[in-house]
């Protein structure tokens, strides 16, 4: 190895590793500020396309941070998060359209029902690891997938309509208007983000931090590993059943695509673009990937084709995603 | 007890067909631990290079010896220049390959849309094995026990392959101890991509041979790799011998409850998962104690 | 009553038994050394003690109770490990791994919706650990940026995070420099009087200078178990593995 290279990778010392630190957090409290105001105008600035394709970046980053909640906060590739997310569009679906509920009991009861499954489908998925965990996800994501198309309850393949939006009439808005849906989405964002970064750094989040560099030691240290994944599981799959709720009001519309492999795999490329490690990378992740979307939707209609090269490329080549890679180039000025 | 008797060939038949598929990925992933998740590719790509030659050459016979060779290539190529590379790098673990074949799926399942189209295609089953058989007082239709004839078949030159030649000891050491074997002279590379492009070719066959049983459409890799994610799962990631049983019980469990119980047949094989995972998560056939 | 007992203890995997009817005693407060070759089944003892591995027969008992078998009970139960393969939480802070050791034992280890930094006692006892480790230093490095020696002293010092009752340590000294070992004596005699320590090493200067008692462990069975004179004077220990530097000394 060349001299430089070696020089180059000198370990850094606890000050210089301090300072990066203070800086980098610097730098995201501006930057989150920014795209915080950014969002709040953003009805204001643009056209409504803007604001269509910032709904669907929200939704979508919601989902993203539940798939990251595993991936990166504890070490557990799913690729069946988007069960979660189709049982949250359906839980409502079904409440409102076939029961009659009110949305605002039917949502807690979609989210309590997701949890409850979660942490029975947890306890039997988090048995396993690494890549059979990732078969066993995705194998239980199909039989939902399947059961979707199958039962009279559902509609079958043709989905349900007819999904209301939050009934915000008490402070004289209408959801339906675009502008007013947008905000609507914002706020649960705001919040989704806020209660999943207080979870990452709080106790339960170190330790699912530690099940992931190594589950042995965390089990050596008097953890009950196997606990803390199935609450892990538990709090992704709920946060990807509000994403499914988002999305189903958002559309009025909910359909078996919702809970196909397809969708999983969407999220989980969100989080690998934008990065696991970070709370903004699965957002960022989602922006890029919404972006993506759209532009290639326009130049062509083998999306899939293309999208399944983009992920080829993204794992092989931007495997630590688009946040670290940033957060590299500003160590390297410093 | 001659329902009962034509159900059980049914399981065999499904069992040797979702086989083929689980010998190929177990065996991938036992040796070099890649998981293929894009391994219904190779299914599908099998089934339409068979469509192709066998409605341009008429010949159902000729359809079954062209249709796994571009799977063959296609997977000697993957692991060769892909998949092979990226692992020497040592940026990529083995969950990103298994992402990157993931991503792969995708990019099959839309280059099969793409060129094919969504129309339903055929095979037509060959005038040789296109009539009933009489076994043990019922009639059952040639084909399938073509079906069954053909797994078994496999079964036995895999084991004979791995069991008792000098390629199978290799293979088995190359697991093991990858730098040693390597140092011993013996291009562990080189037999690498050739068990990958063998573990597509077995799933491009089995490709051929459904397609005169079901349509061929492009969709058609996901529904039957999901089965066998099953049965690798129960058998015992990587156990060759444990695939082969697991197969069984897949097969017959999905034939059992077709004819007996056809409400629950979707969920009978994710209810066998489910039962597998909790009782044994490391497969019904796996003898490997975990140690710290 | 004994603090840590072994009772007829064996281990197979497959027809290899590694232990075999292997009985050893421990009373309280006592520093015992393990020793023996590698291969003499010094580590799976240990991983039978603290419930990594299942004994195909016999028992381990701790303070007169059958052992819990599952490795967090064991530690929940008052018993830690240092491993002899560092298992460090690597991209992760010196500070960070101590304070994740510490709050094992915490009851706001489950707690979801408050900040970490909240709990001050447990990162309180996580800068107490630095300081008995010496690692004050280096507390916000990330581990993998560590020297073996310091990830040495680090799995030690997580050991200790749980507060234990009874300390069992694999190899400690494996790969040290002579100033580090100096350090991991002076540390081990500087623990609490009332811990037990359980301490297999290949390194004699620290078995000499840290243990009352020594077991020597054959082929999976207790060959002897004495005093330092009473292991140098057996000769089959002698011979097999003191060497003749130490005879007779």
Not at chain 1, 321 to 332: M, P, R, T
């Amino acid at each position: 190895m060349s001299e430089e290279a070696t020089i180059a990778r000198t370990p850094p010392t606890a000050r210089e590793t301090v300072a990066l630190a203070a800086q980098v957090q610097r730098t995201t409290c501006v930057l989150a500020a920014a795209v915080l105001l950014g969002a709040l105008a953003l009805p204001w600035l643009s056209a409504s396309y803007a604001t269509t394709l910032a709904i669907e970046i929200m939704i979508g980053g919601i989902f993203a941070s539940g798939i990251n909640l595993l991936l990166g906060g504890t070490g557990l590739v799913s690729l069946g998060q988007g069960m979660f997310l189709g049982l949250g569009g359906y839980g409502i679906g079904i409440g409102t359209t076939v029961l009659g509920l009110p949305l605002w009991l039917s949502v807690p009861a979609t989210l309590l029902v997701v949890a409850i499954l979660a942490a029975g489908i947890g306890a039997v998925c988090t048995r396993t690891r690494g890549v059979e965990f990732l078969l066993i996800t995705l194998a239980f994501s199909q039989m939902f997938f399947g059961a979707a198309i199958k039962l009279r309850l559902t509609n079958g393949s043709d989905g349900m309509s007819g999904i209301p939006r939050p009934d915000l009439t008490f402070v004289g808005l209408n959801s339906d208007n675009p502008v007013v849906f947008y905000y609507y989405v914002l706020i649960v964002t705001i919040f989704a983000v806020a209660a999943m970064r207080r979870i990452i750094s709080s106790p339960f989040g170190s330790v699912l931090a530690a099940i992931r560099e190594s589950e042995r030691r965390a089990a050596a240290m008097g953890y009950a590993v196997g606990r803390y994944k199935i609450g892990a599981f538990v709090i992704a799959a709920i946060a990807c059943a509000a994403a499914g709720v988002l999305q189903a009001q958002y559309t009025y519309f909910i359909n078996p695509d919702s809970m196909s492999w397809q969708l999983s795999g969407e999220g989980v490329l969100m989080v690998i673009i934008g990065g696991a490690t970070t709370v903004a990378g699965p957002l960022v992740g989602a922006a890029v990937f919404v972006l993506a979307k759209q532009g290639l939707s326009i130049v062509t209609t083998e999306y899939m084709m293309f999208f399944g090269i983009f992920f080829m490329l993204v794992v092989a080549l931007f495997r630590n995603g688009l946040v670290e890679a940033l957060k590299a180039a500003l160590w390297s000025k410093s | 007890m001659q329902v009962f008797l034509t159900q059980v060939l049914n399981g065999l038949q499904l069992s040797m067909l979702v086989y083929l598929l689980a010998a190929g990925l177990t065996l991938i992933f036992g040796l070099m631990n890649i998981l293929n998740l894009a391994h219904g590719a190779f299914f599908t790509l099998g089934a339409y290079c068979g469509v192709v030659v066998g409605s341009s050459t008429g010949s159902f016979w000729l359809a079954l010896l062209v249709g796994p060779l571009l799977p063959l290539l296609l997977g000697i190529a993957l692991q060769s220049m892909v998949l092979q590379p990226l692992a020497e790098r040592g940026r990529s673990t083995h969950l990103d390959l298994a992402l990157l074949t993931f991503g792969l799926l995708f990019a099959t399942a839309g280059a099969v849309e793409w060129l094919f189209g969504s129309a339903f295609l055929s095979i037509p089953t060959p005038m040789a094995l296109s009539g009933h058989l009489d076994l043990l007082g019922i009639s059952y239709p040639a084909y399938r026990l073509f079906i069954i004839g053909i797994g078994l078949a496999v079964a036995a030159a895999l084991t004979f392959v791995f069991d008792r030649t000098l390629l199978g000891a290799t293979l088995r050491a190359g697991v093991d101890n990858r730098a040693m074997v390597t140092a011993l002279g013996v291009n562990i590379n080189a037999l690498f991509a050739i068990v990958f492009g063998l573990g597509a070719a077995l799933a491009g066959l089995a490709g051929v041979i459904a397609a005169p049983l079901t349509s061929v459409y492009s969709q058609m890799g996901i529904t039957i790799v999901v089965e066998t994610f099953v049965v690798v799962v129960v058998g015992g990631l990587g156990n060759l011998r444990g695939s082969f049983y697991a197969s069984l019980i897949v097969g017959m469990t999905n034939a059992m409850s077709q004819a007996y119980l056809p409400e629950v047949e979707m969920f009978a094989i994710y209810a066998l998962l489910i039962g597998v995972m909790i009782v044994r998560p490391q497969g019904l056939f796996r003898s490997v104690e975990r140690v710290a | 009553m004994s603090a840590l007992e072994a009772r007829h203890l064996s281990k197979a995997f497959g027809g290899l038994e590694v232990i075999s009817n292997l009985s050893l005693t421990v009373p309280p407060g006592q520093r015992r050394a393990v020793i023996g070759p590698n291969g003499a089944g010094k580590t799976t003892f240990l991983n039978l003690v603290t419930g990594w591995l299942t004994p195909t027969s016999g028992h381990v008992l701790v303070d007169g109770q059958t052992v819990a078998g599952r490795p967090e009970k064991v530690t929940q139960s008052g018993i830690a490990r240092s491993f002899q393969r560092n298992m460090l939480l690597e991209d992760l802070t010196v500070m960070e791994n101590l304070r994740v050791a510490c709050q094992a034992v915490h009851p706001c280890r489950l707690v979801f919706w408050r900040s970490k930094q909240a709990f001050a006692d447990v990162i309180e006892k996580a800068h107490r650990a630095a300081e008995r480790m010496h690692l004050t230093d280096i507390l916000d490095v990330p581990v993998r940026h560590l020297s073996y020696g310091q990830k040495r002293q680090l799995e030690v010092a997580l050991a200790l995070c749980s507060e234990p009752r009874i300390l069992l340590m694999d190899e400690p000294a494996a790969g040290t420099s002579p100033q580090e070992r100096a350090r991991l004596i002076n540390l081990i005699n500087g623990l609490p009087k009332e811990l037990t320590i359980v301490l297999v090493e290949h390194d004699m200067d620290v078995v000499f200078a840290t243990c009352d008692l020594i077991t020597v462990l054959s082929y999976g069975k207790v060959l002897a178990t004495g005093t330092r004179r009473e292991i140098q004077d057996d000769p089959t220990v002698m011979e097999a593995y003191l060497g003749h530097r130490h005879a007779g000394n």
